[in-house]
């Protein structure tokens, strides 16, 4: 199948990404191009090789975080978790998958995905891991394939002892947020080492309220950790937000401006299952659910190019997409389509076609 053909059948799928839309339409346009599948026995798969090198020459910044993704079903099987609600005030099905994404000039490029599976859904003959642990795994999988990896973002959930040795020993640069209860090496906590500072001895910032730093011992490395409160109250009750970095040469507002970049990913998870229909995979086979992220993300990288060439939100974008001619899309964008499309390998028609089903219903 040629690029024209693949940027037509993506850009199809995102302007019947609507619930005013009906099935028929998807079946109508795909059995117009069914013969151009029938080649290819692939599942829709991301090619981390292809990613690495595109990006190879382009300076970035790795995020890494958790999204849930609920679902309602009467039959559980993994890669699906019971995940406590507390909504709803029950256990219910749940997909964790782990992103991890390159932040290059303000676009996101994804890299790896991976499920967790909390260890009550184990079998007996199966090893658990952790989600360090995978994030471990998935960051020395890239290092070996030749990605220089300029700085790691992660909230509290991945800051553990073993997961910045980790990072300590492949010497890669992190920033990151802690819980004021964890303990540093001398056995005080976070609340502890500023238990004796007085009110005055904390620089005020204008968007992040009262603000300072100390170099502290964790998982054997020295590292500055900057303290953060938004109000005189919560400074009295010494009720922090904390930034742990490893540069212990940049300014408190540096790190705090460094760290913030990590809610691109939170804007990436927002647009996936908002707009690009990640949030309801509609089966409980893991290669399938694999697929049809996977056809989510190469969604995203159209729709973020289109937005970012066009000056558009993202939502904007995929309406643009919905109401411009096709022959438009294709003779605009098809040069790019193909740089991107070499990062996939596209499934057969049965399967592409269900993958847009479920970005239907999710819409």
Avoid at 12 to 31: E, P, T
Avoid at 38 to 47: E, H, I, P, T, V
């Amino acid at each position: 199948m040629d690029y024209t053909s693949r940027l037509r059948n993506l850009a199809m799928a995102l302007k019947v990404c609507n619930r005013d839309y009906s099935n028929k339409l998807v079946y109508d346009m795909f059995n117009n191009n069914k013969k151009e599948y029938s080649g290819d026995k692939n599942n829709f798969s991301l090619n981390t090789r292809k990613m690495i090198d595109y990006l190879s020459s382009k300076k970035g910044t790795v995020l890494m975080d958790y999204t849930h993704v609920s679902h309602d079903m009467k039959i559980l099987d993994k890669p699906y978790n019971l995940i406590f609600n507390h909504a709803s005030g029950k256990s219910e099905p749940c997909l964790v998958i782990l992103f991890i994404v390159l932040l290059v000039d303000n676009e996101i490029y994804p890299i790896n995905t991976e499920f967790w599976i909390s260890e009550s859904m184990m079998f007996d003959d199966e090893i658990y891991r952790k989600k360090t642990e995978i994030a471990e795994n998935v960051i020395e999988e890239l290092t070996n394939k030749g990605m220089v990896i300029d700085r790691v973002l992660f909230d509290a959930g991945f800051n553990v002892p073993d997961f910045i040795s980790f990072l300590n020993r492949k010497q890669i640069e992190f920033t990151a947020r802690i819980s004021k209860t964890k303990k540093m090496d001398n056995g005080n906590t976070i609340k502890e080492l500023f238990s004796d500072k007085l009110n005055g001895e904390f620089y005020y910032y204008h968007k992040y309220g009262f603000t300072n730093y100390v170099d502290v011992e964790y998982a054997g490395t020295l590292s500055r950790l900057v303290v953060i409160c938004d109000t005189s109250t919560k400074l009295k009750n010494r009720d922090f937000y904390c930034i742990l970095s490893s540069s212990l040469d940049i300014s408190y507002t540096e790190t705090i401006r460094i760290y913030s970049l990590r809610c691109k990913i939170e804007t990436f998870f927002r647009n996936l299952k908002s707009y690009i229909g990640l949030s309801s995979p509609r089966n409980h086979n893991e290669d399938k659910i694999t697929s049809h992220i996977n056809f989510c993300l190469a969604m995203h990288l159209l729709v973020q190019h289109i937005s970012k060439k066009k000056k558009l939100t993202f939502h904007k974008a995929l309406i643009f997409i919905k109401r411009e001619p096709m022959s438009k899309i294709i003779r605009e964008f098809s040069s790019y389509w193909k740089q991107i499309a070499e990062m996939f390998v596209f499934p057969t028609f049965e399967e592409l076609t269900m993958d847009i089903r479920f970005a239907i219903l999710a819409s």
